[in-house]
């Protein structure tokens, strides 16, 4: 039996592994969490912000508000561990091929901003972000079986 503490995040929060939009819901909520973290006191109105960002856009209706509030103290907790880069390198991966940099990212400005007092670490959170998104490598598609032979036998040609 694993220890929830010690295993993948998107495991404990994603309902349906392989549903993108669970995982850009993660994604999300990784990212504000990372960020409201970095100072050593999360606030309730950084994670109110996270929320607020990711309803005001539509960026996951179908997760209730409820699950985004767990999923924010989940992780938030997790993201205190000493492999906490693991964690979000891990998280953020599936969704590299999504259209998601921008939001990421201006979802971790305004988590910064949220409490009115932007801390050095939260800087540095933002950075590690930024990087992360420019060079995370992309999710590689899966494809099925037959439909990989036909695609190798159409490389070796």
Known sequence: MTDAKHSNPSE???????????????????VGALVAVADRRVSPVERDEVIRFIRDRKLAPHVPDARLYAMFDELAERLEEPDFANVVIDTLRPVSNLPLSSHLMELSERVAAADEDVHPHEVQAIKLLRLLTLVLPRAKPVVSSAAGAERQAALKE
């Not at 404990?12 to 990784?30: F, G, K, Y």
């Open 12 to 30: 404990i929060e994603i309902t349906e592994p392989s549903s993108l939009n669970e995982q850009a819901a993660v994604a999300l909520v990784i």
